[in-house]
């Protein structure tokens, strides 16, 4: 009887497709090696939370001295992205922009140079949709699986495993993605095919940025008008104004602890990403012919903020720009 099971079994196997088949292998897999490409600031703690969970890491970055503190806690560092693709067949990338996602999968030392069939690709950045679907193109001719999966929530987030994923990519994929952000992330949710991660994630930080903007002005007035910030604050979050800028990241310093404010505005979501961010917005509403007047006045905001030595600061520096812009 037994024998007559797994020859059924075995029938039925061969009837899937073979992502579905992929997938149940992936799921069998369970606590295989996970190879990790980007250890930034994000990375590096989205890396750390897959240990946690007990899952071996493969990881690399471009700067090899990024590696070290993951390494110390148990991951396993190769020298390229080709080198982890050899060892895992699951893979994360978390990069800064379009190009440095193209150079990791297609260039001469990338993922795809070495990918395994079946492999399950997963891009956490934040890039153009239309690249996610080049990719994805790139590694199903590899026989391999890319999804894109971007996320919200900041360093803070990353490091508590309280991300929103976004996901994007064929359906049947889902689960086997789900798996492993669930480690990192508090939300997976799945958006459609590939590139309607990318599509969700641009969306969410357009309305960011606009918002964060809209608080900075909101208390550089209000302190102008001879409010105490901390009150205004408090107001502000008990009536109709309230936002995440406001409420979980106040851009004014001594509002609030455990935010970039309150250090000098280091750390957090740097003004460059933001900037990029909004262009990514910005082209695709070209492409597109959507009118979003906020979102390009936000895009043009935030460059100025790059040419005035904001560049490397949190993107909730903008409260500090305009309080500079007044005295000027």
């Known amino acids: 009887?037994?024998?007559l099971l797994f020859r059924g079994s075995r029938h039925v196997l061969q009837r899937w497709n073979k992502h579905v088949d992929f997938a149940f292998v992936r799921s069998m897999a369970s606590k295989t090696p996970v190879g990790f490409i980007g250890l930034g600031n994000m990375g590096t703690p989205?890396?750390?939370?897959?240990?946690?969970?007990?899952?071996p890491v493969i990881a690399t970055d471009v700067f090899p001295e990024s590696c070290k503190d993951l390494q110390d806690i148990g991951a396993q560092v190769v020298d390229s992205p080709a080198d982890v693709a050899e060892k895992a067949d699951r893979i994360i990338t978390m990069l800064p922009s379009s190009p440095n996602v193209i150079e990791v999968y297609t260039g001469p030392n990338g993922i795809l140079k070495k990918v395994k069939k079946g492999t399950l690709l997963i891009d956490s950045s934040t890039i153009d949709p239309a690249v996610s679907k080049e990719m994805a193109v790139a590694a199903e001719k590899m026989g391999a699986v890319f999804m894109d999966a971007p996320v919200s929530?900041?360093?803070g987030?990353?490091?508590?495993?309280?991300?929103?994923?976004?996901?994007?990519?064929l359906e049947e994929e889902y689960h086997a993605a789900q798996e492993l952000l669930t480690c990192m992330g508090a939300n997976v949710v799945y958006c459609?095919?590939?590139?309607?991660?990318?599509?969700?994630?641009?969306?969410?930080?357009m309305l960011l940025a606009i918002g964060m903007i809209g608080t900075a002005e909101t208390m550089n007035l209000g302190i102008r008008l001879g409010l105490d910030p901390k009150l205004l604050a408090q107001i502000l979050n008990m009536s109709s104004g309230r936002c995440?800028?406001?409420?979980?990241y106040n851009p004014v310093p001594g509002v609030m602890e455990g935010v970039p404010s309150a250090n000098n505005y280091q750390g957090g979501f740097g003004t460059t990403l933001m900037a990029k961010d909004l262009g990514l917005a910005q082209n695709t509403a070209t492409n597109t012919k959507t009118p979003i007047p906020l979102g390009s006045l936000a895009h043009q905001i935030f460059r100025v903020m790059c040419s005035r030595g904001y560049a490397n600061k949190d993107f909730s520096s903008i409260f500090q720009f305009l309080r500079e812009e007044e005295g000027q």
């Not at 989205?46 to 899952?55: D, I």
């Open 1 to 3: 009887m037994a024998a």
């Open 46 to 55: 989205m890396a750390r939370n897959l240990l946690k969970n007990g899952y």
């Open 153 to 155: 929530g900041g360093v």
């Open 157 to 169: 987030a990353a490091s508590l495993a309280k991300l929103t994923f976004m996901v994007g990519g």
């Open 192 to 205: 459609g095919q590939v590139g309607t991660g990318q599509a969700a994630k641009i969306c969410n930080n």
């Open 244 to 248: 995440w800028s406001s409420d979980s």
